[in-house]
């Protein structure tokens, strides 16, 4: 069974900075992707960042390539997502997930999902 957990979402300004962590239980986190998705109220789950088993590999949507780092520590069954330079438009619930794959057509799913933690960035 494998749970997720996150935590450091908040209230912040525009243009500050927050990091977001999942503790994950279950032995096989070292061995599959990581990865955040997020959710704005009234709009579709949509992908954020992603990092493989070995955390060599990372890949970020476009809107948030350059201002979000996404990490991972295996030995603590961690991830995070270090958020700097936030706009009003990356308030939304984020999720951290495991077992995030790919399609074909460049869909990122996950096999499992945490609860949310709700980022509000204020103007």
């Known amino acids: 069974q494998v749970q997720l957990v996150e935590s450091g979402g908040g209230l912040v300004q525009a243009g500050g900075s927050l990091r977001l962590s999942c503790a994950a239980s279950?032995?096989?986190?070292?061995?599959?992707?990581v990865g955040w998705f997020r959710q704005a109220k009234g709009k579709e789950r949509e992908f954020v960042a992603a990092?493989?088993?070995?955390?060599?590999?990372?890949s970020y949507a476009d809107s948030v390539k350059g201002r979000f780092t996404i990490s991972r520590d295996n030995a603590k069954n961690t991830a995070s997502l270090q958020m700097n330079s936030l706009k009003f438009e990356d308030t939304a619930v984020y999720y951290c997930?495991?077992?995030?794959?790919?399609?074909?057509?460049?869909?990122?799913?996950?096999?499992?999902w945490g609860q949310g933690t709700q980022v509000t960035v204020s103007s």
């Open positions: 279950g032995r096989t986190f070292s061995d599959y992707t």
């Open positions: 997930a495991q077992r995030v794959t790919v399609s074909s057509r460049g869909v990122y799913e996950a096999d499992y």
């Open positions: 990092i493989n088993w070995s955390g060599i590999s990372t």
